[in-house]
Nanobody, 119 residues
């Protein structure tokens, strides 16, 4: 399984970006997806998650501004980011958790995409 992330870029504070993460294989066994981010010199932080049942969770710092969603037909996960702030600047990485059996779970990662928010 390969995940291809895209959509990063340079945006001014207050602007918006939409990140995409496309999976190379069918999503029938995906049990969860999400996005992490890592700023220079900082630890990687969980940004948003979406379960197969549609439950979402967000970091407090992005609640009300970011929205995670999924298009099953396109095997793609999105992260809509609005009202961006300079502190949102980071490399954003997506992941997908696949369940192959009751005992076998595998997390796949996409490559990072840089988001830079200028003040």
């Amino acid at each position: 399984v390969q995940l291809q992330a895209s959509g990063g870029g340079l945006v001014q504070a207050g602007g918006s970006l939409r990140l995409s993460c496309a999976a190379s294989e069918s999503d029938f066994s995906i049990i969860g997806v999400g996005w992490y981010r890592q700023a220079p010199g900082k630890e990687r932080d969980l940004v948003a998650t979406l379960s197969s049942g549609g439950v979402t969770n967000y970091a407090d710092s992005v609640k009300g501004r970011f929205t995670i969603s999924r298009d099953n037909a396109k095997n793609t996960v999105y992260l809509q980011m609005n009202s961006l702030k300079p502190e949102d600047t980071a490399v954003y990485s997506c992941y997908a958790d696949y369940k192959y059996s009751s005992l076998t779970f595998v997390r796949y990662w996409g490559q990072g995409t840089q988001v830079t928010v200028s003040s």
